[in-house]
């Protein structure tokens, strides 16, 4: 069985580059172009094994999407946020509950490598 991830990010076109370079790995996509999207996706269909997420979007940002998954219920899908901000760090996002932060333009090799890492160890 695929495991399924959840790519949010408000740039159609990243966001549909990478699910499409996720797919080709093996794994069940879905995609989402704002905060407010991602949650009520979640809130309907929660069975997520990832989210990877941009931190700043127009329409509900990561950090609102980090907050509501930390009300959803055990498991709770881990997140991987990305952004090409650089005052944002990594500790801020482990703080919120993240499980890391990834650079724009994404490393399609270290995405892959922390996909599998947070997923094995759920």
Known sequence: MA???LIVDDE???CDLVAMDLEAEGFEVTTKYSGNQAIAELKAH????LILSDVRMADGDGVALLNFVQT???PRPPILMISGFSDINEAQIISKGGRGLLSKPIDFDVLIERINKEIASK
């Open 12 to 14: 159609r076109e990243l």
């Open 72 to 74: 959803m219920s055990e």
């Open 3 to 5: 495991h399924r991830i």
């Open 46 to 49: 929660p069975a997520f094994d």
